[in-house]
């Protein structure tokens, strides 16, 4: 590893709480995704070192540094690598998934964009310890020259014998290929994925029993990981999982990737140890606050599909802790704790100038849009939730329709086929539970269209496509 | 008459061997490089892949249909996606639609689930929303055919438009 510090481009500098591990070499100087640069800053060191391990030490070093997925759901990784049957005989494959489209989450671009290698040194020995052979990267059509970017890293690490044949003389082959989606929000969700890599309709398959580690890709045990998790294991054969396990806090460990949009003055990407920070950390300290002049009055932790937080609700924990959503640490546990969720990293913020009644809308449109098909709750309760909704910000809604809004919510979550059902439930019943007055307020005709940038006036519902 | 030119079917007999498994897998990339070429999926293109894949056309078009980065009708010259989703709504971006659609001369009133494209009168633009582009820190964020672009300011459209002639 070069000895020469790591110098970020001006204004682009990391905040002194951040911990780079991942985002290192992002926005670095004199960086580029090329394998002539990866090389020098010590790159595929730890590929070298995983071939010489026992496949069941690499899974060990992962369970020890209690990894947890990155993509959404925080499953610890080694435990998912251990689901493949132990007298499976068929081939194994693995899969990243760089489909990136939860609402809210930027992070797995700029590592496919900045820092390819990392995703390929991080496949590979993840795809040695799991003994798939053959593995795909998923990434979301909306990333053409990500890749582009990854197909030529491939082609590198081909060249100098990191993939291919006989790797490094290990007797170990593997190869990666890019597959690239076409638009589609379901193709995130693992086996909406494997359909769409099979060249169909990316409908997703019930579980059980297709449960990707035993039944995924062809019908073969297949491993699922986002582009951040698979990073991460690279750097657990660097440190040790003992090592890694330190950094974060218990059950929470290692660094993730916040982005943080929205009401903030400097929105972006913050790569902070597990649970280190809290909430109120990351608006007043990393993203250097709020607007002038404005309140917070609401945030979506994880994803648009985790539940909001109202700005002055308290949370009394079973161990004893009482916190205001300021003082919650950015870790899976507490979210889960506070009815929320930590999901794929992508904090939204809005301050006392949103009007919930538009938040609610824009997302139920992406639902709505975004919904397969497949499940009669969640295609029919989607479209229902968007026009509900629409109605609401056009004025044409009354009172009685937010409740109606509620029980078609209720009526998703835990019925359908997918997560998707609760990823579309959750927004509208956590906004209706904790600003209910405020949406039944909005039930007029004269609020149709209303103020919500503070100064723009928002055309929501005739403009939604 | 519908052809693929002999370089495009060579890049296409390259892909089909990233599917060492199952042919059908190669559906999609198939279809990003008929797309790419010829801008968009018509009916001889979904007839012309099922057969270089010996599947039924049925599951070839039941794909087309589906995903929204298909397209079965030519766009503009140059197609223009804006994000429409929560973060860049918040930053502008229903701002930024309507001023691309003012400055190019697009009538999006009758766009809807199934019909999501716009094009202006004189074909030189396509426009429709996207969902999340993932830039959502950097809102509002569009693409102009592969080319991407954060923190557009909607007063600056015509700008951006300027660059695609
Ligand atoms: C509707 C839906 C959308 C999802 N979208 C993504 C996504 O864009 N990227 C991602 O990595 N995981 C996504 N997931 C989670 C995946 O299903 C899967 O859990 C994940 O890729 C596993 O990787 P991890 O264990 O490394 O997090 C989504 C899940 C659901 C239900
Ligand atoms: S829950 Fe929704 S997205 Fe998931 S399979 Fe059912 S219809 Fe499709
Ligand atoms: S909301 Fe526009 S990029 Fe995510």
């Known amino acids: 590893m070069s000895s020469a510090a790591v110098q970020y481009l001006p204004g682009k500098e990391p905040h002194a709480r951040e911990r780079r591990l991942i985002f290192r070499n992002v926005d670095r100087v004199g960086y580029d995704p090329s394998i002539d640069c990866y090389l020098k800053d010590g790159g595929y060191e730890q590929l070298k070192v995983a071939l010489k391990m026992e496949k069941i030490a690499i899974i060990n070093e992962v369970k020890a540094a209690g990894l947890r997925g990155r993509g959404g759901a925080g499953f610890p990784t080694g435990v998912k690598w251990g689901f493949i049957p132990p007298t499976n005989t068929k081939p194994v494959y693995l899969i990243c998934n760089a489909d990136e489209s939860e609402p809210g989450t930027f992070k797995d671009r700029y590592i496919m964009h900045q820092d390819p290698h990392q995703l390929v040194e991080g496949m590979a020995i993840s795809c040695f310890a799991v003994g798939a052979k053959l593995a795909y990267i998923y990434v979301r059509e909306e990333f053409p020259e990500a890749a582009i970017i990854l197909e030529k890293a491939i082609a590198e690490a081909h060249s100098k014998g990191f993939l291919g044949k006989n790797i490094l003389g290990s007797g170990f082959d593997c190869e990666i290929y890019v597959h690239r989606g076409a638009g589609a929000y379901i193709c995130g969700e693992e086996t909406g994925l494997i359909e769409s890599l099979e060249g169909k309709r990316p409908y997703p398959r019930i579980k059980p029993p297709y449960f990707p580690a035993a039944l995924g890709l062809y019908m073969c045990p297949t491993i699922v990981n986002n582009v951040e998790s698979l990073c991460h294991v690279k750097h657990i054969i660097q440190m040790g999982g003992a090592e890694y396990a330190k950094m974060g806090t218990p059950n929470n460990t290692g660094t993730r990737i916040l982005c943080v949009s929205g009401d903030v003055q400097k929105p972006g990407y913050y790569e902070v140890e597990v649970g280190k920070v809290t909430m109120g950390e990351v608006i007043d300290v990393l993203c250097g606050g709020l607007k002038p002049g404005r309140k917070l009055k609401a945030i979506i932790p994880g994803g648009s599909s985790a539940k909001v937080l109202r700005a002055d609700e308290t949370f009394k924990l079973k161990d004893g802790r009482e916190l205001g959503i300021l003082d919650i640490p950015m870790d899976f546990d507490t979210m889960a704790a506070c009815g929320t969720m930590a999901g794929s990293g992508g904090v939204i913020i809005m301050d006392d100038s949103r009007s919930m009644s538009w938040v609610i809308n824009n997302l139920n449109n992406f639902y709505a849009h975004e919904s397969c098909g497949q499940c009669t709750p969640c295609r029919e309760g989607s479209l229902w939730m968007k026009k509900i909704s629409d109605r609401i910000v056009a004025g044409k809604a009354s009172p009685d329709d937010v409740d109606t809004l509620e029980t078609v919510a209720n009526q998703i979550e835990g019925k359908t086929i997918c997560a998707f059902g609760e990823a579309c439930s959750w927004p509208t019943q956590s906004f209706i539970k904790k600003f209910r007055d405020e949406l039944k307020g909005d039930c007029k005709p004269e609020l149709a269209g209303r103020v919500v940038n503070g100064e723009t006036a928002v055309a929501a519902a005739g403009l939604s496509a | ?165």
């Open chain 2, 1 to 165: 008459m519908f052809t693929v030119p002999p370089d495009l079917e060579a890049k296409m007999d390259e892909v089909i061997t990233h599917y060492p498994v199952s042919k059908r897998s190669a559906v999609l990339p198939l279809l990003h490089l008929v797309q790419h070429h010829f801008r968009f999926i018509g009916e001889e293109a979904v007839n012309w892949v099922a057969a270089k894949l010996d599947l039924p056309p049925i599951q070839v078009l039941e794909v087309v249909t589906f995903y929204p980065g298909f397209r079965q009708t030519a766009p503009g010259k140059y197609h223009i996606r804006v994000c429409r989703t929560l973060s860049c709504a918040m930053a502008g971006s229903y701002e930024l639609m309507e001023s691309l659609c003012k400055s190019a001369n697009i009538d999006r009133s009758h766009v809807d689930h199934h019909h999501p494209i716009a094009i202006s009168a004189d074909g030189k633009y396509s426009i429709e929303f996207a969902e999340c582009l993932a830039s959502c820190g950097f809102g509002p964020v569009c693409m102009v055919e592969d080319d991407f672009y954060e923190k557009v300011e909607p007063a600056k459209s015509a700008d951006l438009l300027a660059k695609y002639q």
